[in-house]
């Protein structure tokens, strides 16, 4: 317990580190859910934004544009998804896991053609990266520093929270999207395109991935590698089901597995002689017992994973 304490500036910049590409995630998987669509590929948006957003950080030497780029990469594959599941009224779990072969399949073969065979993409200068929060004006390894020093993207995604709270919860949109997700009939009698309404939600679900995937190979790990993003959509996935599939409630599940990353990162760094190999286990582990003790008392919406055929 005095490690955690002592080390507690570090733990709250791993959690800031490593919980940004979660919450943009899962956010975009709250859209798709709460429209009716589920969308298990939420892993292969990330990949590909991933990717994306490396190479084209690089070529303009601008992390924004790499951002926002990786976000519309994974709106691509969202917008396949809204085709099979929508339009065609394919089975969104298998359509979703297709995505998710599609996704770094395709990262992997651009990379090797843009990159002289090479799975990995060329590491990114600090200038290509996304910018620091007050760089340069808090001591370094101070706790200030650990706290506030970290990349701005990472409290433009807290900002992001409130933004696409209001969106669901104050404003006609919002009310149409939930509606759809609970009774897209009801919706049709009323003059809504519950069809509109759930391409809308699908495509901000890729784009959300996509600069959850973005943020990973520009402020993490500076490049793009075959495994950079593994297993981060599903326990994204996670958190929209610990948090009862509200913005909101995506938040704090986001934040208890960052938490674990903190803690796993501080517990490496310590030589407290336990694996590294159990250590680095610690997300995945905290994935299966949410998945256990909340799957439960997660309220789906009614019509998630129903497709509809609209009435003549």
Known sequence: MDLIIKNSGLIINGLLISMPPL????????FSEKSG??????????????????????VTGNGWIGFLAGGLAGMV???????????????????????????????????KAWNDNSSDTPALDTAAKLPKLFDGKFKAGSFAYNVFGTYSAVYLSIAFVVVI???FYKTRFGMRLR????????????GVNVTR??????????????????????ATVSQFRPT????????????????KF????????????????????????????????????????????????????????????KPYIKSK
């Open 23 to 30: 919450l943009l995630a899962a956010l975009g998987s709250v």
């Open 37 to 58: 669509v589920v969308n298990i590929g939420i892993e292969g948006m990330m990949t590909i934004g991933a990717f994306i957003g490396a190479t084209v950080a690089y």
């Open 77 to 111: 594959l969202g917008l396949m998804h809204a085709f099979a599941c929508v339009t065609c009224g394919a089975d969104q779990t298998i359509a979703g896991t297709a995505i998710n072969f599609i996704g770094p399949g395709v990262a992997l073969f651009l990379c």
């Open 165 to 167: 709270w209001f969106v």
């Open 179 to 190: 509606a759809a997700g609970e009774h897209p009939e009801a919706c049709e009698t009323l």
């Open 197 to 218: 309404v759930r391409y809308a939600c699908v495509l901000l679900s890729g784009f959300m991935a996509g600069l959850g995937g973005a943020f990973v190979t520009l």
């Open 228 to 243: 950079v993003i593994v297993g981060q959509g599903f326990i994204a996935i996670a958190a929209v089901i610990f948090g």
């Open 246 to 305: 509200t913005p909101q409630g995506a938040f704090l599940g986001c934040l208890l597995f960052g938490l674990c990353n903190g803690v796993k990162v501080v517990l490496s760094a310590s030589g407290s002689g336990v694996s590294p190999n159990l250590l680095s286990m610690i997300p995945y582990v905290v994935t299966i017992l949410v998945l256990i003790f909340f799957v439960g008392s997660a309220r789906v919406p009614a019509a998630n994973g």
